[in-house]
């Protein structure tokens, strides 16, 4: 009996951790040189779910040279710009070269989010889109940038599966110490005959 406790610890601990490794999964990481006036596009497939009945959020996380003090005085980090596209806008921003001008069509592209003159650590939760196509753009003349870049999507089954890997553990526990309590037992049966 207490191997078979031993045994369904083991297994709900192990569950619990393969539901964790699923609850929190990265679909896009990279780390770039963004050369001097120009942008790097990066492109997220987030159609197939790892837990298709988990309610997933997708997360944004950009991280580059942010502001510092070096000898007192503050230096003003990497400046970029990002955009968050759909296909459709982000075909007419690519045709157009990003700019907003000439030809009427391209003024109507719309980023799905839009943040200039970016620096240091930014985070954001995305809509619900299958597609996710992020562009990094240095305007930098001078100097390139180093920029890192991830998409992860995150459920809310991670808290449930520490419980269960918390269980799991504790039944393991709890089938390995009754196994030393019928040791100790037999021995002192032992020792009265």
């Keep these: 009996m207490t191997k078979q406790i031993v045994v369904i610890g083991v297994v709900i601990a192990l569950f619990g951790a393969y539901l964790f490794s699923l609850s929190s999964v990265t679909v896009l990481s990279e780390f770039d040189v963004i050369p001097v006036n120009s942008f790097i ?27 510092e003090f070096i000898d007192g005085i503050e230096t003003r980090g990497d400046v970029i710009d990002l955009y968050v596209f759909d296909d459709e806008n982000y075909r007419i921003f690519k045709g157009c070269g ?19 003159k970016l620096t240091g650590t930014y985070k954001r939760m995305l809509p619900e889109i299958e597609n996710v196509t992020v562009v990094v753009w240095n305007h930098n003349m001078e100097e390139t940038v180093e920029n ?22 504790l039944v393991f526990y709890i089938g390995a110490s009754r196994k030393e309590e019928k040791i100790v037992n037999k021995r002192r049966k032992e020792r009265k005959e």
């Design 98 to 116: 990003g700019e907003r001008g000439g030809d009427e069509s391209c003024t109507d592209w719309e980023p799905i989010i839009q943040e200039l």
């Design 148 to 169: 890192s870049i991830s998409i992860r999507l995150e459920s809310n089954y991670s808290g449930i599966a520490n419980i269960l890997v918390i269980i799991g553990l």
């Design 41 to 67: 596009t990066y492109y997220a497939d987030v159609q197939t779910l790892p837990l298709p009945m988990a309610n997933y959020r997708l997360e944004l996380l950009n991280t580059n040279q942010g502001p």
